[in-house]
């Protein structure tokens, strides 16, 4: 009663107004709602049905789910006071514990004064100078490009670049690449690349089961779990071993001049599980991202010669010259094409923060939508730039229509908050330039080697919902060698 009261207090001082209510039948459970999430990811329409609902119900609404009251917005203001002006009073929620088992404690699943250090440890390792570092991408596309046929046979280019980002984020991360394109048997590091999907996926489900999630767990999840730990384990304390305690520095310059992370990192600490921990956190989060814009890009690019064409005119501008970070940079319309393909396919096209005290967010207080919102401490915030990246009143009336040219400065369009494919604030993407480059590089290197590409699947774009957003059924092409 007295913490419904102290809301009560709360809200009114603030001149908070009640959020439009999501219709349900009962709002204890919300069994409704948990049918209707169940038979979405069934049928693969998980997104689709999220921008319905924005649709019938406008930006900012509430609802409640299996026992917790929950707020989604797709407002910008809403976004930015979440990530970014009322940081302190929003975490993680139940992150820690979702990924606990597999990623431990690092960046990607801690809070507070944790998170904080690790960031800090892991921030300074993404400097232009190791992002600019492209000689490792080439050796892994050049391995990637060997297994792409050129007799006109179909290849699932999906496929290849998760393989291609495991193998560049393995070689980044640990010094060593797991070498998943050369390697299709059962070697030590196939099996960590197994493992470490299939513990990943069974990450997934916990989170999607709530609360009950941390109770979830399976003999093969923890011996997957075990697999990958034991895996970097060696590779730490090999490192850890070989850091002259007189001189890290000189120590951390070895690997032939490459830049490897796990090396840098030993400059600061020396403890192994937090190593191990912080490698598996830019794993995860670094990995699947970038396979998955990759995917989405070549997606549209084989059904669309309107775009192929461009971007292939801008790449035969280098005559063939491998890019250095430099020419990436000046390729703009390779710069728009990757833009526009985060808008409409975002990687994370859903997110949430949870408030650790009560608070509000500005708007959705009905009847105009306009006024501040009571959050409850508990609260669930839910965030969707996949939906709001499709906001005609931010995008325009072909807002749905993949168009690189709206990013041309010409067209003035300035989203701000209401684009936001890397998150904003304080624990904005720290690989995000990573991504660009290696996503520029990719693209670049294999449109030298291939003209054009063939589409061989005829089926509209269907979403694959993990933990980040793929293609389902994968992106059938056949390659057209330029020789
Ligand atoms: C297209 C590629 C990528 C996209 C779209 C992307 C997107 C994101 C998003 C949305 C978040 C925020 C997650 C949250 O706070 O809930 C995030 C965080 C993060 N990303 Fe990326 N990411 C990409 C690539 C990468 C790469 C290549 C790396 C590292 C090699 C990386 C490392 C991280 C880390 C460590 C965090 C956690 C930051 C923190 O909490 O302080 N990401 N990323």
């Not at 009640?18 to 998980?46: C, M, N, V, W």
Request: proline share 6%; charged share 25%; glycine share 8%.
């Amino acid at each position: 009663i007295y913490t419904y009261i102290e809301g009560i207090r709360f809200s009114r001082a603030h001149g908070c107004k009640p959020a439009k209510r999501f219709p349900q039948s009962e709002r204890i459970i919300g069994y409704d709602l948990y049918k209707q999430q169940q038979e979405a990811a069934r049928t693969k329409s998980l997104l689709a049905r999220g921008l319905k609902r924005y649709a019938d119900n406008g930006p900012t609404f509430s609802f409640s789910f299996m026992g917790n009251t929950f707020v989604s917005t797709i407002d910008p203001e809403n976004i930015k006071h979440i990530l970014a002006t009322q940081f302190g009073d929003f975490v993680l929620g139940s992150r820690s514990v979702t990924f606990g088992p597999l990623l431990g404690r690092g960046i990607f699943t801690s809070d507070g004064t944790h998170w904080e250090h690790s960031r800090a440890l892991v921030r300074p390792n993404f400097t232009r100078a190791q992002v600019a570092d492209l000689n490792t991408f080439e050796t892994h596309i050049q391995h990637m490009i060997a297994k792409i046929p050129r007799d006109g046979s179909t290849v699932d280019l999906q496929t290849l670049f998760f393989r291609l980002t495991l193998d560049s984020a393995t070689e980044f991360l640990f010094g060593e690449s797991v070498h998943s394109l050369l390697h299709p048997d059962n070697s030590e590091e196939q099996e960590f690349g197994r493992a470490f999907d299939a513990a990943q996926n069974l990450c997934g489900r916990r989170g999607r089961l709530g609360k009950l999630g941390a109770y979830y767990t399976t003999k093969d999840f923890q011996k997957n779990c075990k697999t990958v730990h034991d895996f970097v384990d060696k590779i730490v304390m090999k490192a850890v071993k070989d850091v002259d305690p007189q001189d890290p520095e000189k120590t951390a310059s070895g690997n032939g001049g490459r830049y490897v992370f796990l090396n840098e990192m030993v400059k600061s600490t020396r403890d192994p599980k937090q190593l191990r921990d912080e490698l598996l956190n830019i794993l995860l989060a670094g990995r699947d991202t970038t396979a998955s814009l990759l995917s989405h890009t070549f997606h549209v690019l084989a059904r669309r010669p309107d775009i192929l064409k461009p971007l292939q005119n801008e790449i035969d501008e280098l005559n063939g010259k491998v890019p250095d970070y430099e020419t990436l940079k000046q390729m703009k319309y390779l710069k728009n094409l990757l833009t526009e393909s985060l808008r409409l396919f975002p990687v994370v096209p859903g997110n949430a923060r949870q408030a650790n005290k009560n608070t509000t967010i500005p708007r959705g207080g009905d009847p105009d939508g306009l006024s501040p919102i009571f959050i409850a401490k508990g609260t669930i915030v839910t965030y969707a730039p996949y939906a709001m990246h499709r906001r005609k009143d931010i995008y325009g009336p072909d807002a749905d229509i993949f168009r690189p040219e709206r990013w041309a400065p010409e067209e003035g369009l300035r989203p701000g908050w209401g684009y936001l494919p890397f998150n904003g604030g304080p624990r904005i993407c720290v690989g995000q330039q990573f991504a660009l480059t290696e996503a520029s590089y990719t693209i670049i290197r294999l449109l030298q080697e291939f003209k054009g590409l063939e589409n061989r699947d005829d089926g509209p774009w269907v979403e694959n919902l993990a933990l980040t957003l793929s293609v389902d059924g994968g992106v059938k092409v056949a390659m057209v060698p330029r020789s």
